[in-house]
Every structure is written in C-alpha cells, then in structure tokens.
C-alpha cells in the first residue's frame, strides 16, 4: 500500500452547485467498448496524468479483467493492480464487483482471499450489483466487506418490464437504504431510461435513501444518458460517471468533456481540470488507432432496443457465433426471440449473467427451428432458482415446466455449489509454493493459462506522453508492422523506413 496517498473525506458536504465526477475510462469504458482490450503498459503510461484531472474517484478494475488479462494478454492482473495503484495519490480507485464472479460458481473462500489482495494494494472502495436487485442477498457480504475496510457502493439496476413500475423501486431504494452502503448509484446498464422516467424515479428513490449519496451511472446505447444526466442534476443528484473519449460514448458512459460542458452551462460546477483531460484523451486516441480499437461515437435512438434489451457487447457475439454457424441473417430474429424468452423467464434484468442466459436460449430456439426444444445448463439452473431464489417464482409456469421436465433437470435439483476451504482450494491448484494472488488467478482463469501468462514475462512499456522524441523513434522502429514512419513537428521533418522502401523514393 502507499502510505502517502491523499484520499478525499469520506462523502465530504459540499457546495449545491459542484458535480463529482467518478472515471469509468478504465474499467467500464473499455469494457464497453474495447472488450478490455488494453493492455497494462497503455493504462500505466497515462496512470499519473489521469490522477491530475481532479476525479472524486475512478473505476480502476472488475472480475471480468482477471479472465481477460490472463488468457488473452497473458499478463498479470496484479501487476496493474500494484503498478497502476501506486501511480495514483489524488484520486481514490475503485474495485468493480465485490463479491461478484460472473457466470462461475467461485469457492467463496477464494472470492474473499481476492478482496483481502485488493485490499491489500490499497483499493478500498467497490461498486457492487446484485442482479436481481436482491437486497437481503448482498447485505451479508457489505458486511464482510466493511469489516474488512472496503466501503460498498450498491447498484439500483434500471430495467423495463412490467415488473420494474415506481413502486418497485421506491421499494429497492428502502432495500438498498437498509443495508446502510456508502452509497448507492442508479444504474442504467443498458441504455434503457428517458428524461421522463429520470424525472419520475429519482425524486422517490433519493427521498427513500435518505442521507446515503446517490450517483448516476448511465451508457450510451440509445443515446439518451447525456440527457438524463442533465435531469438528474436539477433533482439534485451531484455525482456522475463519465469516461474519458476515445472511450465514452457508443455502448460506454457519457464524456467527461461533454457533461461538463453540459453541466456548467446549466449553472454547476463540474470538479474536474479539463486541462488535464486533454492528454489523457490523446493517449488513449493514440492507442485506439495504433491498434485498431473503436473510437466511441454518439448513437441515435434506437427503439428495438426496449423490445429485446439485449446489451450492444452481447449482440456482437450473437452476430459472430450465428456468423460461424452461416446463420448471420438470423440475427434479428434471435433478438426478437430474446424479447419472448425474456418475457417467459418472468422479465429479468439484461444484465450479467441473466442476460447471457437470455440471449443463449434466445439463439439456441433459432437454430435448431423449435422453441425449448433444447435448453442451456444456465436455463435448468435459472428455473431452480440457483442464479436467484426469484427466477422460478417469476417464470411462465408452462415454459419452467418444460425446461425441467427433461433428465438432464434431474442432474442439477438440489445441487450446490463446492464451498471448498481454502486448504483445500491450495491442495487442489497448486500446494504451499503458490502465492495467494497466483492461487486466485488459477482458480478463475485456469492453471494452463497462468503458467502461459508467466512464461510471457512482464508486461510492455508504452510510451508515455512525456517521454522525448529520442524514445518515440527507438519504440517505433521495433514495429515490424509498418514500413515507413514519417514525423513532423515546429519545422522538424523526419522519415524512418526499411532500406528497400527508401532507396526506391
């Protein structure tokens, strides 16, 4: 941990008119967007300026980054976790998760030996969702949590269903009061909420939450959540995730340039130095286009998107595994059936893993020509309640029926998941030489693939946005994908190629 890490007071009062501004560039942002494609050298060359720009907080890692960062990079999660934390002195990170694991069943005994990690390279702070919005089932873990010094912030999923009216989230904000969090964020994971629903559901949601600060996390599917931003503001919501562009905007959070624009034209005062911005957003635009990921871009309205709900990442899927089976062209129907079988499975939150679960069975009904004909592990376990005790109450009782009619239902009633100790988990992957984070990695990622991470060796240097033009030519002329480089600067002109490229000029 950094000892001379400066953190600000814990949720400080302040003035009416100053927005808090919480990064999600790296976590959320690139999720979104990049599919965490960005690899530790790129997020540390930019670490120290981004902690310049004045963020309350910023979204610094989640569960999802394990898998990736292990068995495509093959680099050390830890490393970035210990790198990057020791880069940032003004500005708090968090931890996206907390206990959360995806669509695996982790041993719980590991999922706190990976907290008590995080712990321990000084991220105090989380962001945790229950899918469901099941208060009574996180509430024992933001006590742990707490006892362990992690202050939670707890999710209020936004969805639209039948099911999700005013009342139901008078009632989650009561709920997610109770557990008594740091504080709660509204989440619209998909895109989904309007000016006029912000209008109608944060007033009772922030009158039911009483003095727990409430922030406002939305994406940018449908191109509304710079709006809503906006109307969340004169309710008096003042703290808004935003990310920093090439990596806002699309299917990520509004950009931090954009709503504080936007905010002090109304009047506020956006606490961030847009000065500072402005070399992280050229970094990571350098980055976008040196390797080939998307620069974020506003979308227009899209009203599909309240019939099915699938989220834009899932959709790229869908499209490449119908693609693989020379079924591209069912890809709107496979979106239409994902609205039905949303609305059969009782109307769940599009959210992970409720929404993978969705859109497989969804794609599965297409392909094979008859609806439930064959069922996903997922959908028996969804139908057993093993993904939460409210997915079989709410289900269509006729389709819950036929999923668990079948014998492979059978195999999964009254199972439960191994809660191994952690004696046993360490005689299980690896013994007594094996560190605790290298232990943690082989239970989520797999052994195979963090014995190939270590034999890939530390992660790359990128350059940094100070360093001097003697660094950036070296850097460049190790690329072996690119034959000529040309730069130009205040009257100075240089041209780099291969010899044979340069004698034929």
Same mark, same amino acid.
């Given at each position: 941990m950094n000892d001379s890490v400066v953190y600000p007071i814990r949720n400080p009062p302040a003035a009416m008119d100053d927005i808090h501004i919480i990064d999600t560039t790296l976590r959320d942002g690139q999720l979104s967007l990049w599919a965490l494609g960005m690899r530790t050298g790129a997020m540390l060359a930019i670490a120290e300026q981004m902690d310049q720009c004045g963020f309350q907080s910023m979204e610094f890692f989640g569960f999802a980054g394990y898998i990736k960062f292990v068995r495509e990079h093959k680099e050390n999660p830890w490393d970035w976790m210990r790198l990057g934390a020791e880069k940032f002195r003004r500005t708090r990170l968090r931890y996206h998760g907390g206990f959360a694991t995806g669509f695996e069943k982790i041993p719980r005994s590991v999922r706190r030996l990976m907290i008590e990690r995080v712990i321990a390279h000084g991220i105090t702070l989380t962001r945790s969702s229950d899918p469901w919005n099941d208060y009574e089932a996180v509430g024992t873990e933001v006590a742990y949590l707490r006892k362990l010094g992690m202050d939670v912030v707890i999710n209020?999923?936004?969805?639209?269903?039948?099911?999700?009216?005013?009342?139901?989230?008078?009632?989650?904000?009561?709920?997610?009061?109770?557990?008594?969090?740091?504080?709660?964020?509204? @989440?619209?994971?998909?895109? #989904?909420?309007?000016?006029? !629903?912000? &209008? *109608?559901?944060?007033?009772?949601?922030?009158?039911?939450?009483?003095?727990v600060p409430l922030e406002f996390h939305a994406h940018c599917n449908n191109g509304l959540a710079p709006v809503n931003y906006l109307e969340a503001i004169k309710l008096g919501v003042r703290i808004l995730h935003t990310a920093v562009p090439p990596l806002a905007n699309g299917s990520s959070q509004p950009s931090v340039l954009n709503v504080a624009a936007n905010t002090r034209a109304l009047g506020f005062r956006p606490l961030v130095d847009l000065e500072a911005v402005k070399p992280v957003e050229n970094h990571f635009t350098f980055i976008a286009k040196?390797?080939?990921?998307?620069?974020?871009?506003?979308?227009?309205?899209?009203?599909?998107?309240?019939?099915?709900?699938?989220?834009?990442?899932?959709?790229?899927?869908?499209?490449?595994?119908?693609?693989?089976?020379?079924?591209?062209? @069912?890809?709107?129907?496979? #979106?239409?059936?994902?609205? !039905?079988? &949303? *609305?059969?499975?009782?109307?769940?939150?599009?959210?992970?893993?409720?929404?993978?679960?969705?859109?497989?069975?969804?794609?599965?009904?297409?392909?094979?020509?008859?609806?439930?004909?064959?069922?996903?592990?997922?959908?028996?376990?969804?139908?057993?309640?093993?993904?939460?005790?409210?997915?079989?109450?709410?289900?269509?009782?006729?389709?819950?029926?036929?999923?668990?009619?079948?014998?492979?239902?059978?195999?999964?009633?009254?199972?439960?998941?191994?809660?191994?100790?952690?004696?046993?988990?360490?005689?299980?992957?690896?013994?007594?030489?094996?560190?605790?984070?290298?232990l943690v990695l082989r239970v989520i990622a797999g052994e195979s693939a963090v014995k190939a991470m270590l034999a890939a060796g530390a992660p790359r240097e990128y350059l940094r946005p100070c360093q001097p033009l003697v660094r950036l030519v070296s850097e460049l002329?190790?690329?072996?994908?690119? !034959?000529?480089?040309?730069?130009?600067?205040?009257?100075?002109?240089?041209?780099?190629?291969?010899?044979?490229?340069?004698t034929r000029r």
């Open positions: 209020i999923i936004y969805s639209v269903s039948p099911r999700h009216t005013d009342e139901y989230y008078v009632r989650k904000a009561r709920e997610a009061a109770a557990i008594k969090p740091y504080r709660i964020c509204f @989440k619209d994971v998909a895109g #989904l909420i309007t000016p006029e !629903r912000t &209008r *109608a559901l944060i007033p009772p949601i922030m009158k039911n939450i009483g003095d040196w390797e080939g990921h998307p620069i974020g871009a506003p979308r227009e309205y899209d009203h599909a998107q309240y019939l099915h709900q699938v989220p834009g990442g899932m959709i790229s899927n869908l499209r490449h595994q119908l693609r693989l089976m020379g079924m591209e062209n @069912k890809l709107q129907e496979t #979106l239409e059936e994902a609205g !039905r079988v &949303r *609305a059969e499975f009782g109307y769940p939150i599009m959210v992970t893993p409720l929404a993978q679960f969705v859109g497989s069975q969804a794609a599965i009904n297409i392909i094979v020509g008859e609806r439930y004909k064959e069922v996903t592990d997922q959908a028996i376990q969804y139908a057993l309640g093993h993904w939460g005790k409210e997915g079989p109450l709410v289900m269509d009782a006729s389709v819950k029926d036929k999923i668990l009619s079948r014998p492979r239902a059978k195999e999964w009633d009254g199972w439960t998941p191994p809660e191994l100790s952690l004696q046993e988990v360490r005689r299980k992957f690896g013994g007594p030489g094996v560190s605790d984070e290298e002329s190790k690329r072996s994908d690119r !034959r000529q480089v040309f730069i130009q600067k205040n009257g100075l002109t240089l041209r780099l190629g291969k010899r044979d490229e340069m």
